[in-house]
């Protein structure tokens, strides 16, 4: 693998330089002997030499070493050993024409280098020594070429030659290379190793290169190597015998290992390797390159600029990248309390370009004590772009930052005058990120014009923030100004993550903006789970007087958990976790979107009050972003967790925006909810929730809901808006809430309360009520207008087959102003209520109208369990003054029963129905509270049963522009019955307020029961002060109902009038009366079957004994079969006794004459059996399962008889054609029979 040190070069030359290195490194001493010693390996003439004294340079003496073999370009030097003393000064000589002069040191002992050792020239130096080399502290290089130390045993010149350390021979003659190319070449023979330590400050070289090439190489204990010529540095070691390239990228020396060689280490403590640009001249920095098994980079003192790092302060150059390469492991580690520690480039002053760090590792441990430390770049000035970061882990990153400060771990810095920041790249087998406060642990930050770098982080394992581990890119806002004019950006963050990504303790994901520009986005891609617990957070806002706006937030894992549970204490408290996308307030900018798409979502909240769970909004003038969730499964949400896109400005318009839910399934309990909301003071608006399941949504505990919130009155516009603001519109297989959980819309703005549809396939169940401590809620769904709103209410939109009500539930569509209130509209095919109601209702304004479309069947029964003397049933009522409006209902059967109520209504009714009033010490009524009733329809096709049922139309206002108001009408092709004690009521209440009135058409109206044991069932359209209503009635049939003429059923032993007081009679009764003397109503029936009329049913069976003839036998051996019975109720079929004829006004049925025994039996078999309904007599009764006739439309009487087999009479609709064959009558006494 070729390292290229300057990749802005083309062109390549090599040197090949051989390594093989075995043994163990000695142990230096901390003196050298100032011994400079040539060996004999070289030929005579051109063996080395040391002239001490012999030289000047810059004004000083040194000592030259001179003589070597010359062979072209290169001049070879052998020592058997090489040792510079403290103080000393020893250069190479150059001649001329001499480009690199190589040396080797032979005798077994490590050079030591305490005193200044150069070249007297522009060559380059490599000093070679296999046992090691070692720079003590005042240790100095004068080379303006290249210096390359190594403990490699030779360096070979490609087929030319090797010149070796380790096995000493004199230089081949063909030992000259063409400068442009180097080779190197396996170096055969037992191979030792050593190392390179360096404890000098060699600083600000000249050099072109500096190349430190050994076993180990270690830069320690307050040491410096530094290059201010644009020279490169680079640190390498091999831990094993093998071969390594050096190759040559325009001036610039580089590395080329073999794969799979193990390589040595590279330590630097307390130390710093540095590149800087210089003052004068057109050079950019100098690159830095490391390249070993494993690198430390370890600060322990306090002190500024220690590590690797490369600056830029002058000349607008860049200044010089950071290379590191490394098969195991690199550490950066700082435990003081310093800044600039650890890998980093900066620009500063009048520099230019930030360098760029590349880390390529098997793993990457970053650890810091404070801010600036780490791996980091940083650009102040001259508006230059700083330097990016890539890193690349085969196995882990981890980045624990023990204290605090602004900014640690790995980040990118720009400045007030800085350039566009760095970006980070991290591609790992996992991150971690800790930090014992809320610090980022990987960040890139903005503070001026220039937007700051983004982070990528690509992840084939997991991905693990903890203990306040944050990752972050930032434009903070400015404190001292009261608006940010800074036009930089934080740019985006993205983890593409295989595994899990999991923030845990109070860890953030996020996105600051505090500026002009718009924020990035957070983008998490995760192949596995998400996790956020305990406190942690992903955040995307808008600072405080920022005008920008806030980036968006997108998410996609197998599965998302939000778990505000602390792991290790489960019960106790718990810490906010949220998913957020905002803008603060005094901010202009929007809020960004939230899209999450994930498998399984579960969301467990704090238990508590607080931002904890998915929020989209804005406290400024811009708009909040919109929240798009798709979950393939279950979407669980419990423990006070919430779903909110919100507007919430105390000095700003903002408008929320929608809430888009896509689930398998959704719950929710325990306060936990889901909500579009506006609290703006200056006119935003809200967003609409759409929520689709293919499963089953339940909701559940008080607090629980799904809600649409327009808080303040000054909320929302009076402007035409265009589209529809603030709904919830819901689709499912199933709907449940329970034990307090809700659906609700209300406004206190300027604009309607939004809409509530529900579309369930199965059916929608409603029940219960929340009990926390003292406070009750119950389930329901809710739209209002509240005080202070100027719109109306929301409507109320339910379809399902079967929607259930019951233990308290309720739909309430209610207005709190003058305002109208919304509308409740049910298509079902069953509908039922029990011990729960649905309201529209009003207070001063107008009631919304209730619509009930149930195709098969509507049950209303019970009370309600708070208040059992408060009927359950379906309301449109107003309480203070109002007019309440309509309630229609179509159904095929409708049931009233056990003290339900259907009732549109101006004031309040009495437990029985009747309107409850109020007077003062004076007997005066406040007739300002008295509003204005609406209209009552039913139209059930096969059946309206009222079993202690009521159904009521009460008004304390003559209607104004409606004149149904107040009515009643009832369209019931099947049968009505009136049972135990029911009440069907148009009343009026109020000085010359005029009765409702009361239609009913259809077949056939019964009042049970038909004794006088029980209170009788009455239908009434009265007035207490103004003129009676009118009663119409159509009908087929009119059983036991009598007419009341006059108020006397009304008045009570002490002569004062009781509107009820006839209800309480055992009797069942029609009224249409003024009270108190205005003018009665009239009461109208048309009854079809003209035999019947309202008087009341007989209340006993008749005695057959009296009143029926018995049959004589027709043989003289009698039966008791042959001689049978019959029994009829009511009127009509029986003369007063059985010796008179029949009265032909009597007369129900027609009658025909007795038959002889073989007629009847003739007649039995030959007559076939009609395809009508029968009526079975008493005696043996005949079972028969028969299909569910079709619907009743209309009464025929009966015309004939004809004799089953078994005896049975069988009433026939068609007369039978009967020849009579004697006189049908006989006398009582019957003669013997023959």
Request: charge should be negative; hydrophobic fraction near 35%.
């Amino acid at each position: 693998m070729v390292l290229d040190v300057l990749k802005r070069y083309n062109t390549q030359l090599s040197l090949a330089l051989c390594l093989a290195i075995s043994g163990a490194y000695a142990l230096l001493a901390n003196q050298a002997n100032a011994q400079i010693t040539p060996d004999t390996t070289l030929l005579p003439g051109e063996r080395s030499e040391l002239d001490l004294g012999s030289g000047e340079v810059n004004g000083k003496i040194v000592d030259l070493i001179k003589g070597g073999a010359i062979r072209d370009i290169n001049l070879f030097h052998s020592f058997l050993e090489f040792n510079v003393g403290d103080g000393q000064r020893v250069y190479f000589a150059n001649p001329a024409g001499i480009e690199n002069i190589l040396s080797r040191v032979t005798g077994g002992n490590a050079s030591n280098i305490f005193g200044t050792l150069g070249v007297n020239g522009g060559a380059n130096l490599f000093l070679i020594n296999p046992k090691g080399i070692l720079f003590g502290k005042n240790a100095k290089l004068d080379v303006r070429g290249s210096f390359v130390g190594t403990t490699a045993d030779g360096i070979g010149f490609g087929n030319q030659g090797v010149f070796s350390a380790s096995n000493p021979e004199p230089p081949s003659p063909l030992l000259t290379v063409n400068p442009n190319v180097f080779f190197f070449n396996q170096i055969p023979g037992n191979m030792t190793r050593g190392s390179i330590t360096s404890r000098a400050k060699l600083e600000e070289l000249a050099v072109d290169n500096l190349l430190l090439l050994g076993g180990d190489v270690k830069v320690i204990e307050d040491s410096k190597i530094s290059t201010n010529q644009g020279g490169n540095i680079l640190l390498a070691g091999l831990g094993a015998p093998g071969q390594v390239a050096l190759t040559r990228d325009g001036n610039k020396l580089g590395l080329d290992f073999p794969d799979g060689v193990k390589k040595g280490n590279v330590v630097v403590k307390d130390s710093a390797i540095e590149t800087l640009v210089p003052e004068d001249g057109n050079v950019d920095g100098g690159d830095i390159r490391i390249i070993a098994d494993s690198l430390e980079v370890e600060n322990t003192e306090k002190k500024e600029d220690q590590g690797i790092f490369t600056i830029t302060k002058s000349n607008g150059r860049k200044s010089g990248d950071i290379i590191i390469s490394a098969d195991n492991s690199v550490l950066i580690k700082s435990t003081a309390r310093e800044k600039r520690q650890g890998i980093f480039t900066i620009t500063e002053d009048e520099g230019g370009e930030g360098g760029k760090i590349t880390i390529d590792a098997g793993s990457l441990t970053v650890e810091t004590a404070r801010r600036e430390q780490g791996i980091f770049t940083i650009t102040k000035v001259n508006g230059q772009k700083g330097g990016d970061i890539v890193i690349t882990a085969d196995d882990s990153v981890s980045i624990i930052a023990s204290r605090d400060g602004s900014q640690h771990g790995i980040f990118t810095l720009t400045d007030p005058e800085g350039g566009t920041g760095g970006s980070i790249q991290i591609t790992a087998g996992s991150l971690m990120v800790e930090s014992e406060k809320e610090t980022p642990g990987i960040s890139a930050r903005t503070k001026g014009d220039a937007d700051s770098g983004s982070i990528t982080i690509n992840v084939s394992g997991n991905v693990e923030l903890k203990k306040k581990g944050t990752i972050r890119t930032e434009q903070p806002e400015d404190r001292n100004t009261d608006k940010n004019d800074k036009e930089g950006s934080p740019r985006d963050i993205l983890l593409n993550v295989l595994g899990n990504v999991i923030l845990n303790d109070n860890s953030r994901l996020q996105i600051f903006n505090g500026g002009k520009g718009d924020g990035g986005k957070i983008t998490i891609l995760a192949g596995g789970a998400v996790e956020l617990k305990f406190g942690s957070k992903i955040e995307n806002v808008a600072k405080q007087k920022s005008t920008g706006s806030s980036g968006g937030i997108e998410l996609q894992a197998r599965s998302l958990l939000l778990d505000s549970r602390n792991p290790s204490d489960p019960e106790s408290r718990r810490g906010q976790v949220q998913i957020t996308a905002k803008t603060d307030r005094n901010t202009t900018g929007d809020g960004g979107p939230i899209d999450i798409r994930v498998g399984l979502l579960t969301m467990i909240g704090p238990n508590r009050s607080g931002s904890s769970g998915i929020t989209a909004n804005t406290s400024g003038a811009g708009n909040a972003g919109m929240i798009t969730i798709i979950v393939e499964g279950n979407f669980i949400m419990k423990d006070r967790a919430k779903i909110e896109a919100k507007s919430n400005s105390s000095s700003a318009k903002g408008d929320g925006n929608d809430i888009i839910i896509e689930a398998g399934s959704l719950s929710l309990s325990n306060n936990s909810f889901i909500t579009a909301e506006t609290k703006s003071e200056n006119g935003g608006n809200p967003g609409n929730i759409e929520i689709t399941v293919k499963d089953k949504i339940e909701i559940s505990d008080l607090d629980s809901g799904i809600r649409s919130q327009i808080r303040d009155k000054d909320s929302g516009n009076n402007q035409t808006l265009e589209g529809e603001l603030a709904n919830i519109t819901i689709k499912a297989r199933s709907l449940s809430l329970k034990d307090g959980g809700r659906l609700e819309a209300f406004t206190q703005g300027k604009i309607k309360a939004g809409d509530i549809r529900v579309d369930a396939e199965d059916f929608v169940e409603i029940s219960g009520i929340g009990v926390k401590g003292n406070k009750k809620e119950e389930s329901g769904i809710f739209t209002q207008t509240r005080n202070g709103a100027e719109a109306e209410g929301g409507l109320i939109q339910i379809t399902t087959p079967s929607l259930r009500l019951s233990d308290g539930a309720v739909l309430n569509a209610r207005s709190t102003t003058d305002f109208r209130g919304g509308d409740i509209k049910l298509d079902v095919d069953t509908l039922t209520v029990s011990n729960s109601e649905i309201s529209a209702s009003t207070e001063t304004g107008t009631a919304g109208n209730v619509e009930v479309n149930a195709k098969d069947s509507v049950l209303l029964t019970g009370t309600l369990p708070e208040d059992p003397k408060s009927p359950a049933g379906i309301f449109a009522q107003a309480t203070e003054g109002g007019t309440a409006k309509n309630v229609t209902i179509e159904t095929d059967e409708l049931t009233v029963e056990k003290g339900a109520r259907i009732a549109v209504s101006g004031v309040p009714l009495t437990e029985q129905g009747f309107p409850e009033t109020e007077a003062d010490e004076n007997g005066e009524v406040d007739e300002s509270n008295l509003g204005e009733a609406g209209k009552l329809t039913i139209e059930a096709d096969d059946s309206l049963t009222l079993d202690n049922g009521q159904l009521v139309a009460a008004t304390g206002k003559n209607p104004t522009n409606n004149e149904e108001a107040a009515t009643i009408d009832i369209n019931v092709p099947g049968v009505i019955i009136l049972d135990n004690n029911s009440l069907i009521l148009a009343d009026a209440t109020g000085d010359g307020v005029k009765g409702g009135n009361i239609t009913i058409e259809g077949g056939v109206l019964v009042a049970l029961p038909l004794n006088n044991d029980d209170k009788g069932s009455d239908i009434f359209a009265n007035a207490q002060d103004g003129d009676g209503g009118n009663i119409k009635i159509t009908l087929q049939g009119l059983f036991n109902m009598n007419v009341l003429e006059d108020t006397s059923a009304f008045i009570d032993p002490s002569g004062n009038i009781d509107p009820s007081l006839a209800f309480q009679n055992n009797n069942s009764e029609i009224a249409a009366l003024s009270l108190s003397g205005g003018q009665s109503g009239t009461v109208t029936r048309d009854i079809t079957n003209s035999a019947q009329d309202p008087e009341l049913l007989p209340t006993s069976i008749v005695d057959p004994s009296a009143l029926i003839v018995a049959n004589c036998p027709r043989s003289g051996k009698v039966a008791v079969d042959e001689l049978g019975e019959f029994i009829i109720t009511g009127r009509g079929g029986l003369p007063p006794s059985p010796l008179d004829p029949i009265n032909q006004q009597s007369v129900l049925v027609d009658w025909v004459t007795l038959d002889t025994e073989e007629e009847n039996i003739e007649e039995a078999t030959s007559t076939p059996t009609p395809d009508v309904s029968y009526l079975p007599m008493r005696g043996k009764r005949r079972t028969v399962e028969t299909p569910t006739p079709p619907r009743p439309k209309k009464i025929v009487e009966a015309q004939g008889w004809t004799v089953g087999e078994d005896g049975t009479i069988i009433l026939t609709a068609e007369p039978n054609n009967v020849t009579p064959k004697s006189n049908w009558y006989s006398p009582r006494s019957c003669g013997s029979q023959g």
